[in-house]
């Protein structure tokens, strides 16, 4: 197995990869292709371009559960996928694992995650 971190809260210096106070992983086992949460932004995706990571071969994604810094990449990571419909590149859709209760909407002193 191979985990390389895409985003958390640190940075290394000389690389210049984007962090920020979320997570995403991108884990090889075998044949599958792993991203454990999508982190904050689509900071992810960045590192992952700098890294020579491809995410249009990613065999699952993986929530582990619904906190924004790791759930509120799934919006750049849908419009990168979008992007790769309408430039006619093939991509793998992954198979979602998450618990249901992932996606139900939370709040914090009367104050909702948007």
């Known amino acids: 197995m191979r985990l390389t ?3 958390d809260n640190h940075t290394l210096i000389d690389r210049y990869f984007y962090g920020e106070p979320g ?28 890294m020579n990571i491809d995410l249009l071969n990613v065999s ?4 582990s559960h619904g906190h924004l ?12 996928y979008t992007e790769s419909v309408i430039e ?10 998450a618990h249901p209760f992932t996606f139900f909407p939370r709040t914090v002193d009367g104050l909702g995650e948007r």
């Open 5 to 7: 971190v895409l985003v």
């Open 23 to 50: 997570v995403c992983y991108f884990i090889e086992e075998k044949d599958n292709k792993i991203l454990f949460d999508v982190g904050y932004s689509d900071a992810f995706i960045r590192n992952a371009q700098k």
């Open 60 to 63: 699952f994604l993986v929530l």
């Open 69 to 80: 810094d790791h759930t509120w990449g799934l919006v750049p990571l849908i419009k990168f």
């Open 88 to 97: 006619k590149i093939n991509y793998y859709k992954p198979t979602l694992v």
